[in-house]
């Protein structure tokens, strides 16, 4: 994602472009003058002069909405008016949202960083702890399980196989790279459905040596595959449903929360439906996983993994212990 | 060089109109004696009178500047009040028939109010397009629009009640007013349109501005010290606080000037600029932009307007002043603000000086006209502009700043600034200036050329300061942190990785 140039604290940012910014606001308001600074799109405000900070939702709406951008072509909602009596003087009208959004036209206007948007789970570093579920004033917090990938598990995996294993009648997973693949240029915050799940999973019929049976449970197929290729998946894993359409964004469930696995993010998209139904936002669309928080993912898994550890350990040690006490006596 | 139109001479010169006619109407009186006095205080007081009624008046530009371009901003007109508001309201709703409460039932008034309202009232709403709250009158456009609001918010303001708060510190705050407003209106006594229309002229008049800019703080202080008001308290103690951080390096700047122009006087500073052949805004372009800024933190306007942040503190110190208290106080404030304008004008943009007056005037027809613009003109459209570009576009433009922040740029950025801008006057002054190619004349002189090449000591100056401008516009590590700030924002879709398997 390359910076847009108007969003660092710096002199041009701070205060050059508001005063740029201010005097074509001006201008622009005036007969005459008005229309050269009015009618021309070359001047920047709908991002004509840096396609390349348009990321990969605003370049789909742009290409797919075109017609609505080109003043020239606009059939409604223009977004710049005159009137009979002066026809030369043009004035800006409307932020074309959701086709045009304020922050990419002026990104110095970005929506603060504690500003209460849709609500975003790392369900990964979620304990189930229920912290947040009574802190809801609305009741918006439904706390459930669902199938999913234990991230603790793998022999193979960099937390030293702190999860489980893979076992006969359990359930296993499998990625997806057709589906890793879309993930890539998939808006979550503009699509206003589920991300696409990227694993397939299966129950564990057999295992034999480096290699296992599994039926997948959306087709009954059944295959043979090799371990490695699979991950140990598990249908108690926690897992929730909010309703949007009863929160009030108070923030309450972030603050409840001691894993920082809850937090509200400063994205107002993507949380319109036609249906109350869709603003019930299962656990794929609440992992929305900012890359900052990536490392506190991390940082979290590992923290857990050494506790594992270390608990492996003592009960070794223990149980050592305990067997040379019984040798002894 | 002297504008061509002295006022003082034709009020105090020794054969003017005043002194002859007070000589000859007094010959044979026992004050015979003393009519040259009488001359002096008659020509005095006319011409006070003058200046400062010019001064008053011309200030209704400022406020009308400062409307026009806020209703730019919002894409509206600002207020339009005209004589035509007098029988037409907002939207064809008419002001009444007010002429009924003249004498007479109006009469002729009346016809002509109705006739005008039928002919040119408001047109019908198909042909109107946008009508936006204080569209009053489109016919208020042609011609200064709105100008005269002024008058009708300063009647507003005499009709309204007056009243104390009653826990307030009654005498502090009714003196704190007149405080602010007499000391702001003695600024005033000094500031020269042209060389031969001022009040006064002290010898160290630029240490007089700035001691008399300094006393208004106080009143503002002592205002929201006595209003009993933990707004007006707050307004009060930030204006205090923020007084430590600018006053300093604007007295160095001013300081840098006056060492600049070699005289602590505002007309002769004006004169050096002529006669040296360089505004000072071209010899010391940093030197501008301190003035600037701390007189734009002195005159407490956006964006260091905290003592009166209107989101935090309701109207900050002033919150409890109502009718015409409040409405001096609004002045005041301008005027200040106006004053702060004139002294660029005054310091930086060579005063009543057109530019390249000195070889324009040289031109045998054109140079004639040229030097026949007034000086008073040319202050006043400098001032206007002044404060068009800088105060009202900074207004526009800039975020209110916190203020640990006006602190921290004051002390960390401004002082060191005005410290530098200093030196470099001291070194300009010594080493750099031509004492001998000063010239008074018309023409002007030359003392800033350099290396036989004119002008060059201006020249190099701008240029080099516009290059360090350009520097800081584009000056970016484009490689730094290619985060947003603040900003969370999916650097890798969720599904694309398994944490800890990157």
């Keep these: 994602m390359p910076m847009h140039p108007h969003a660092k604290p710096n ?66 909602a223009p977004d710049r008016v005159t009137s009979d009596l002066f026809p030369t003087l043009w004035k800006p009208q409307t932020v074309q949202y959701p086709y045009e959004r304020l922050e990419e036209m002026e990104p ?25 579920v009574s802190a809801c004033p609305n009741d918006c917090l439904h706390m459930t ?163 594992e550890r270390t608990k492996r350990a003592k009960k070794a040690a223990k149980a050592a212990e305990a067997k040379a006490a019984e040798e002894s006596a | ?9 034709i009020f105090l010169g020794e054969d003017s109109i005043v002194s002859s006619l007070i000589t000859s109407s007094l010959e044979g009186t026992p004050l015979e004696e003393s009519s040259g006095d009488l001359a002096f205080l008659a020509g005095t007081f006319a011409v006070v009178n003058i200046v400062f009624l010019m001064l008053f008046f011309s200030q209704f530009a400022i406020l009308w500047i400062e409307r026009k371009a806020v209703a730019r901003m919002n894409d509206r007109r600002g207020a339009t009040t005209a004589l035509r508001s007098l029988w037409v309201g907002e939207n064809g709703v008419t002001a009444g028939e007010w002429w ?13 109010n109705k006739f005008l309202n039928k002919k040119f009232g408001n047109r019908d709403e198909n042909f109107a397009t946008v009508d936006r709250v204080n569209n009053r009158s489109w016919m208020g456009y042609s011609i200064l629009p709105g100008f005269f609001q002024n008058v009708a918010d300063g009647m507003k303001f005499l009709l309204k009640e007056h009243m104390v708060p009653r826990r307030a510190d009654k005498l502090i705050f009714e003196v704190s007013p007149f405080l602010i407003v007499s000391s702001t209106l003695l600024i005033l006594g000094i500031i020269p349109l042209s060389s031969g229309i001022y009040a006064t002229n002290p010898d160290l008049s630029i240490l007089y501005a700035i001691a008399i800019f300094g006393i208004a703080p106080i009143g503002v202080f ?71 800024v701390t007189m734009i933190a002195e005159v407490e306007r956006v ?43 005054h310091f930086f943009l060579g005063g009543w000086h057109l530019p390249f007056q000195g070889t324009i005037s040289q031109i045998p027809v054109l140079g004639d006209a040229y030097v026949l613009i007034p000086g008073a003109v040319v202050v006043l459209l400098k001032t206007w502009l002044v404060f068009l570009v800088v105060f009202v576009w900074a207004r526009f433009s800039l975020a209110r700043i916190r203020t640990d922040q006006i602190l921290e740029f004051g002390w960390r950025m401004l002082l060191p600034l005005s410290v ?83």
């Design chain 2, 303 to 345: 964006p260091f307007d905290m003592p009166e942040a209107e989101a935090e503190l309701v109207e900050g110190w002033w919150t409890e002043y109502g009718g015409m208290r409040f409405g001096m106080l609004f002045m005041a404030e301008y005027i200040r603000t106006y004053a702060a304008c004139f002294l660029f004008t």
């Design chain 1, 11 to 76: 002199f041009r940012n701070l205060f050059w472009y508001p005063f740029k910014i201010t005097l074509i606001t001006a201008l622009r308001t005036f007969p005459f003058f008005g229309k050269r600074f009015g009618k021309r799109l070359d001047w920047g405000y709908h991002n004509s002069e840096h396609p390349e900070f348009l990321d990969d939702g605003s370049k789909s709406r742009a290409s797919k909405t075109s017609e609505f951008n080109d003043i020239t072509v606009q059939t409604f």
């Design chain 1, 108 to 132: 110095w206007l970005f929506v603060p960083g504690n500003y209460n948007g849709r609500i975003g789970v790392i369900w990964e570093t979620c304990t189930a702890c229920k912290l947040c």
């Design chain 2, 100 to 112: 009924k409460m003249l004498p007479f039932g109006g009469g002729i008034v009346g016809a002509i």
């Design chain 1, 145 to 307: 399980t669902e199938l999913r990938v234990d991230v603790l598990d793998g022999a193979d995996g960099e937390h030293g196989g702190m999860g489980g294993e893979l076992e006969v009648g359990g359930h296993a997973a499998t990625l997806l790279p057709e589906v890793v693949a879309t993930l890539d240029d998939f808006n979550h915050v503009t699509a206003h459905t589920d991300t696409p799940n990227e694993w397939r999973f299966g129950e564990v019929l057999d295992l034999t040596g480096s290699t296992a049976t599994v039926r997948w449970n959306d087709s009954g197929e059944e295959v043979e595959m090799d371990q490695s290729d699979l991950r140990v998946a598990d249908d108690q894993i926690v897992s929730g449903r909010i309703d949007l359409g009863r929160c009030m964004f108070c923030g309450l469930c972030m603050e409840a929360c001691g894993f920082t696995s809850f937090f509200m993010t400063n994205e107002y998209d993507g949380m319109s439906g036609f249906t109350r139904q869709e603003l019930w936002m299962d656990a794929s669309r609440t992992r929305v996983l900012p890359g900052i928080h990536q490392e506190a993912v991390d940082t979290e898994l590992a923290k857990r993994a050494t506790k």
């Design chain 2, 222 to 292: 002592f205002a929201g010290w006595s209003s009993n008001n933990k707004y007006t308290l707050i307004g009060g103690i930030r204006s205090a606080a923020q007084l430590t951080a600018y006053e300093i390096p604007l007295l160095l700047t001013l300081l840098s000037v006056a060492i600049l122009s070699g005289t602590f006087n505002i007309i002769e500073s004006i004169h050096f600029q002529h006669a040296a052949g360089s505004w000072n805004l071209f010899l010391m372009p940093l030197g501008a932009v301190l003035f600037l």
């Design chain 2, 1 to 9: 060089m002297d504008d061509i139109y002295d006022l003082r001479s």
């Design chain 2, 420 to 502: 530098v801008q200093v030196v470099l006057s001291v070194l300009y002054r010594l080493y750099l200036f031509e004492p001998d190619n000063m010239s008074y004349t018309a023409e002007g002189g030359n003392a800033w050329d350099a290396f036989g090449i004119p002008m060059l000591v201006p020249l190099a100056t701008t240029l080099f300061w516009v290059g360090v401008f350009y520097v800081l516009l584009n000056d970016e590590d484009k490689d730094a942190a290619p985060d947003r700030m603040y900003h969370v924002y999916t650097l890798q879709p969720a599904g694309t990785h398994t944490p800890g398997k990157d």
